[in-house]
Nanobody
């Protein structure tokens, strides 16, 4: 049984930084993909960043240059380093895992992911 547990969310001021973590259990990171999604109130859940098991990454245009996704295979943990945060980054952030290897385009689409965490809230004030 796959379990994904996010942590690291919180409240910061505009321009601040946060690092999200996602601890995975029951999931073997091999020929597949993990990603971070976010959902603001009243909006659709959107892909933020994804990383394939071989290391290639994808980012939404809105976070390029500010967010960095990484993985620690030894710890089975996914990270999202978020810098230069803006109020529009405020959302619930979710970790997700796919059963297959995804391309750069599909890796940011929620329908291709099989497992989801419960989310961690990020609030950025101006």
């Amino acid at each position: 049984q796959v379990q994904l547990v996010e942590s690291g969310g919180g409240s910061v001021q505009s321009g601040g930084s946060l690092r999200l973590s996602c601890a995975a259990s029951g999931y073997t990171y091999n020929n597949n993909c993990m990603g971070w999604f976010r959902q603001a109130p009243g909006k659709e859940r959107e892909g933020v960043a994804a990383i394939a098991s071989h290391g290639s990454t994808s980012y939404a245009d809105s976070v390029k240059g500010r967010f960095t996704i990484s993985q620690d295979n030894a710890k089975n943990t996914l990270y999202l380093e978020m810098n230069s945060l803006k109020p529009e980054d405020t959302a619930m952030y979710y970790c997700a895992a796919a059963s297959a290897l995804l391309g750069w385009w599909s890796s940011l689409l929620r329908k291709y992911y099989n497992y989801w965490g419960q989310g961690t809230q990020v609030t950025v004030s101006s």
